[in-house]
T-cell receptor
Framework: AIQMTQSPSSLSASVGDRVTITCRAS??????LGWYQQKPGRAPKLLIY???NLQSGVPSRFSGSGSGTDFSLTISGLQPEDSATYYC?????????FGQGTKLEIK | QVQLVESGGDVVQPGRSLRLSCAAS????????MHWVRQAPGKGLEWVAV??????????ADSVKGRFTISRDNSKNTLYLQMNSLRAEDTAIYYC??????FGIGEFDCWGQGILVTVAS
């Protein structure tokens, strides 16, 4: 199975900051990567699909980049409501695999 | 609007079986692959299984292969997960999720609210 290594596991940032979360795949997954946001007690929400495409309804401060094995999610201009755990997901090969998650705290 | 509602969660003993259902509405169920994803208490997300839009292709996580089956009834807009030989490590919230792409398989863009399955003696 493809391993997804996500970093950092947690981070703390202030409102207005720019933060970046990275995911590295254990093999080439082209652009078959999505990013999800999950708030406590809620189902995850798709933010980015195919590595860099913004899902409808998601604020433009979220962006994704990368291809092959290295990917990143950037949040520009952090808002208090961005406090959540973020996961990457590879959908290139079965079994699909998630990164271990990044817990983002807003100071 | 898209709605996915899971049901069937329960507390079951190890080795027993349970079937989850997911009722879908608000989209063309028969043209979208469907997934199950789970989350153990306090842990990350784990993809469990997928079934193609026609129901003729299925794939599973290694952790459930041979014990779980996935099926769908497109006439009832309902997805199922049959879980056999349950283990304590299957304890989790189970989410059904809709594939983003018509007639394909990719990421999931809509999720149910989740249903808790607890495996304990």
């Amino acid at each position: 199975a493809i391993q997804m290594t996500q970093s950092p596991s947690s981070l703390s940032a202030s409102v207005g900051d720019r933060v970046t979360i990275t995911c590295r795949a254990s093999q080439d997954i082209t652009s078959d990567l999505g990013w999800y946001q999950q708030k406590p007690g809620r189902a995850p929400k798709l933010l980015i699909y195919s590595a860099s495409n913004l899902q409808s309804g998601v604020p433009s401060r979220f962006s994704g980049s990368g291809s092959g094995t290295d990917f990143s999610l950037t949040i520009s201009g952090l808002q208090p409501e961005d406090s959540a755990t973020y996961y990457c997901l590879q959908d290139c090969n079965y079994p699909y695999t998630f990164g271990q998650g990044t817990k983002l705290e807003i100071k | 609007q898209v709605q996915l509602v899971e049901s069937g969660g329960d507390v079951v003993q190890p080795g027993r079986s349970l079937r989850l259902s997911c009722a879908a509405s608000g989209f063309s169920f028969s043209t979208h692959a469907m997934h199950w994803v789970r989350q153990a208490p306090g842990k990350g997300l784990e993809w469990v299984a997928v079934i193609s839009y026609k129901g003729n292709n299925e794939y599973f996580a290694d952790s459930v292969k041979g014990r779980f089956t996935i099926s769908r009834d497109n006439s009832k807009n309902t997805l199922y997960l049959q879980m056999n030989s349950l283990r304590a490590e299957d304890t989790a919230i189970y989410y059904c999720a809709k594939d983003r792409v018509n007639f394909g398989i990719g990421e999931f863009d809509c999720w149910g609210q989740g249903i808790l399955v607890t495996v304990a003696s």
